[in-house]
Nanobody
Framework: QVQVVQSGGGLVQAGESMKLSCTAS????????IGWYRQTPGKQRELVAI???????RYSGPAQGRFTISRGDAKYTVNLQMNNLQPEDTAVYYC??????????WGQGAQVTVSS
């Protein structure tokens, strides 16, 4: 099993930046990619950015060019730097950790609210 703990989130104004962090612990040998996802009421959770074990990254269209996913000081700490935030980025952001290629463990979620 893996425990996933997130930090960050809150309220910012349009154009400002915010960083989210996620740390996985426990049985990390089987951890695969780690991604950030977001969800708004009534909609499905969507991928924002993902990083694999080779540090290859992939971004959704809205995140491309504004968000950066990277590893922190520890291998299983992943950060999401979000720049030039816009009101449409308002959502609950979740860190998802793939484990043993078949299970995703989720963080507790963080509300990100961008005011115009």
């Amino acid at each position: 099993q893996v425990q996933v703990v997130q930090s960050g989130g809150g309220l910012v104004q349009a154009g400002e930046s915010m960083k989210l962090s996620c740390t996985a612990s426990g049985s990390t040998r089987e951890v695969g990619h780690i991604g950030w996802y977001r969800q708004t009421p009534g909609k499905q959770r969507e991928l924002v950015a993902i990083i694999d074990n080779n540090d290859n990254t992939r971004y959704s269209g809205p995140a491309q060019g504004r968000f950066t996913i990277s590893r922190g000081d520890a291998k299983y700490t992943v950060n999401l730097q979000m720049n030039n935030l816009q009101p449409e980025d308002t959502a609950v952001y979740y860190c998802g950790v793939e484990w043993d290629s078949r299970i995703t463990y989720w963080g507790q979620g963080a509300q990100v609210t961008v005011s115009s």
